[in-house]
């Protein structure tokens, strides 16, 4: 496993972590709480420190889940969960309001069964909370112990840019993929000013990029959205596509690896991206999602994804 230094802080974590959405039990499809935590320690066993979750994660759930997991391994994780979105019913509701920042922060300490929280990151901007007054609440919240560093998810460049003002944030939080990179157009080169680090996720564009589907999967599972949220999935999309899938096969079969492997291989070697965060249902992925980082992928193969990448993207409808 690669670690590297996260922004300006002194949290090292390793290149590839452990986002823990599904285990939330409501997005990517049904997950049993014993076989998440399973897959977690043997995340942690196999090199993987940094542990991504939040509030909205299946309205706590995911957040319970991952402090039974750490019971115990607490000193070999870095623990990052997020503030600003919790759950109505089925609706995800923006709130960064002191108060509720506050409530968020006292629950996910709970749920996580932890005393500090290493990286407290904005979920997503709400327009109705002035931003002044959100920072305002947090500065305290990290003064009063409650956590370490403050970064920032699914944000433009002109909030980090507003927030970095205001206040310390050593990384951001963004959907980055070979399948999703607007990233790279103005927000990239404003975070490596800034000397920023960035978790990516959606690494494997809700798991197309494994290459394990064949044929458009049909998400019928009421606790499998996934396909709402990642276009990639859409009828018009698919062939595009594949043209990359096929691609990342070719390339797996020389290295000898999957085509998950390759895909979290180029993002991690992308500029800018201090950790590619990958979820991880069983063991098994957990384990091949650590041994994405043991190897290099030839300059010859990161431009020829590079180059594939920008041509399907350029196609595909989002």
Same mark, same amino acid.
Request: charged share 30%; proline share 4%.
């Given at each position: 496993?690669?670690?590297?230094?996260?922004?300006?802080?002194?949290?090292?974590?390793?290149?590839?972590?452990?986002?823990?959405?599904?285990?939330?039990?409501?997005?990517?499809?049904?997950?049993?709480?014993?076989?998440?935590?399973?897959?977690?320690?043997?995340?942690?066993?196999?090199? *993987?420190?940094?542990?991504?979750?939040?509030?909205? +994660? =299946?309205?706590?759930?995911?957040? !319970?889940?991952? #402090? @039974?997991?750490? &019971?115990?391994?607490?000193?070999?994780?870095?623990?990052?969960?997020?503030?600003?979105?919790?759950?109505?019913?089925?609706?995800?509701?923006?709130?960064?309001?002191?108060?509720?920042?506050?409530?968020?922060?006292?629950?996910?300490?709970?749920?996580?069964?932890?005393?500090?929280?290493?990286?407290?990151?904005?979920?997503?901007?709400?327009?109705?909370?002035?931003?002044?007054?959100?920072?305002?609440?947090?500065?305290?919240?990290?003064?009063?112990?409650?956590?370490?560093?403050?970064?920032?998810?699914?944000?433009?460049?002109?909030?980090?840019?507003?927030?970095?003002?205001?206040?310390?944030?050593?990384?951001?939080?963004?959907?980055?993929?070979?399948?999703?990179?607007?990233?790279?157009?103005?927000?990239?080169?404003?975070? *490596?000013?800034?000397?920023?680090?960035?978790?990516? +996720? =959606?690494?494997?564009?809700?798991? !197309?990029?494994? #290459? @394990?589907?064949? &044929?458009?999967?049909?998400?019928?599972?009421?606790?499998?959205?996934?396909?709402?949220?990642?276009?990639?999935?859409?009828?018009?999309?698919?062939?595009?596509?594949?043209?990359?899938?096929?691609?990342?096969?070719?390339?797996?079969?020389?290295?000898?690896?999957?085509?998950?492997?390759?895909?979290?291989?180029?993002?991690?070697?992308?500029?800018?991206?201090?950790?590619?965060?990958?979820?991880?249902?069983?063991?098994?992925?957990?384990?091949?999602?650590?041994?994405?980082?043991?190897?290099?992928?030839?300059?010859?193969?990161?431009?020829?994804?590079?180059?594939?990448?920008?041509?399907?993207?350029?196609?595909?409808?989002?």
């Amino acid at each position: 496993m690669k670690y590297r230094i996260l922004g300006d802080s002194d949290l090292k974590v390793s290149a590839v972590g452990l986002g823990t959405w599904a285990y939330g039990n409501d997005t990517f499809g049904a997950v049993d709480d014993q076989q998440a935590v399973n897959a977690l320690r043997t995340a942690v066993e196999s090199g *993987i420190n940094l542990i991504d979750t939040a509030p909205a +994660y =299946g309205d706590g759930r995911s957040e !319970i889940v991952v #402090g @039974k997991a750490v &019971e115990g391994i607490r000193d070999k994780v870095v623990m990052a969960t997020k503030c600003g979105v919790y759950r109505d019913g089925e609706d995800y509701v923006r709130d960064l309001s002191p108060s509720r920042i506050r409530k968020d922060i006292e629950l996910s300490l709970s749920r996580l069964n932890i005393e500090q929280i290493d990286l407290y990151q904005i979920h997503w901007p709400d327009p109705d909370t002035p931003l002044e007054k959100t920072v305002e609440e947090l500065i305290k919240l990290k003064k009063e112990g409650k956590f370490k560093y403050l970064g920032v998810s699914n944000s433009n460049r002109d909030l980090l840019a507003h927030i970095t003002n205001m206040t310390d944030v050593i990384s951001l939080q963004p959907q980055y993929s070979l399948l999703e990179r607007k990233l790279e157009n103005e927000i990239l080169p404003f975070i *490596i000013e800034k000397g920023m680090g960035i978790l990516s +996720y =959606g690494t494997l564009g809700g798991g !197309i990029l494994s #290459g @394990k589907y064949t &044929e458009i999967p049909d998400f019928d599972d009421e606790k499998d959205n996934r396909s709402e949220f990642y276009p990639f999935f859409k009828e018009d999309n698919w062939p595009y596509v594949q043209e990359l899938i096929d691609l990342i096969k070719e390339i797996a079969a020389d290295y000898d690896k999957t085509p998950a492997q390759i895909s979290i291989n180029w993002s991690i070697s992308r500029p800018g991206i201090t950790t590619a965060l990958v979820g991880a249902k069983t063991e098994k992925q957990a384990q091949e999602n650590a041994l994405a980082a043991d190897f290099h992928l030839a300059d010859s193969e990161m431009e020829l994804l590079t180059k594939k990448s920008n041509k399907i993207i350029s196609q595909i409808d989002k």
